[in-house]
Nanobody
Framework: QVQLVESGGGLVQAGGSLRLSCAASGSISSINAMAWYRQAPGKQRELVAGITRGGSTNYADSVKGRFTISRDNAKNTVYLQMNSLKPEDTAVYYC??????????????WGQGTQVTVSS
């Protein structure tokens, strides 16, 4: 069994900051890429940021310069530092991770989501 548990969401005023965390646990041998997605009401889920095991990153144009993704491989955890938040960043944020399990399979796992609400 593998679990991804997100934390750090909440309500913040426009211009504020939040830091999301996503910790993976269970039968993990190693983790390849990790990423954050978000889904706003009535919209499709979209990629926010991704990071490889080696630390290479990519970002959606809408968050470049404001959000920073990072990871701690020793803790099997990925972070999303969100600064200069805007009301349009309001969404449920999900992490995912490509995990090599201890029984040798490579599977994509998703967290349960954490709500981020930015008030104007």
């Amino acid at each position: 069994q593998v679990q991804l548990v997100e934390s750090g969401g909440g309500l913040v005023q426009a211009g504020g900051s939040l830091r999301l965390s996503c910790a993976a646990s269970g039968s993990i041998s190693s983790i390849n890429a990790m990423a954050w997605y978000r889904q706003a009401p009535g919209k499709q889920r979209e990629l926010v940021a991704g990071i490889t095991r080696g630390g290479s990153t990519n970002y959606a144009d809408s968050v470049k310069g404001r959000f920073t993704i990072s990871r701690d491989n020793a803790k099997n955890t990925v972070y999303l530092q969100m600064n200069s938040l805007k009301p349009e960043d309001t969404a449920v944020y999900y992490c995912n991770a490509e995990i090599i399990t201890t029984w040798g399979t490579i599977l994509l796992y998703w967290g349960q989501g954490t709500q981020v609400t930015v008030s104007s």
